[in-house]
């Protein structure tokens, strides 16, 4: 059974960095897309980043462009993220997911494989 647990969320004060990790196990291979999304309270889950396995490819919502990097290792099956200059904004539950279809874009929809999500608290 595919499992993705996350780890490495925390509280910071605001222009501090965290970096989250998603370990893979139940498979043999990293699924063929892997994204981090966030939900904040109140608000529908939003995609943040994407990276395929086959070339590394990323893709990034505007609104963490040049601040969060997504990143992988293939060998030991965990994704990153890594998240630099957090701002209050960035509060919310993050979630790892991953699947197997064609396309790596920030649609909830083609996700099929979820972790149970680690909080990240940005606060001064």
């Known amino acids: 059974q595919v499992q993705l647990v996350e780890s490495g969320g925390g509280s910071v004060q605001p222009g501090k960095s965290l970096r989250l990790s998603c370990a893979v196990s139940?498979?043999?291979?990293?699924?063929?897309?892997m994204a981090w999304f966030r939900q904040a309270p109140g608000k529908e889950r939003e995609g943040v980043a994407t990276?395929?396995?086959?070339?590394?490819?990323?893709r990034y919502t505007d609104s963490v462009k040049a601040r969060f990097t997504i990143s992988k290792d293939n060998d030991e099956k965990i994704l990153y993220l890594e998240m630099n200059a957090l701002r209050p904004e960035d509060t919310a539950m993050y979630y790892c997911a991953a699947h197997n279809s064609i396309g790596c874009v920030l649609d909830l929809a083609d996700y099929k494989l979820w972790g149970q999500g680690t909080q990240v608290t940005v606060s001064s």
């Open positions: 139940g498979v043999s291979l990293v699924p063929y897309c």
């Open positions: 990276i395929r396995r086959t070339d590394g490819r990323t």
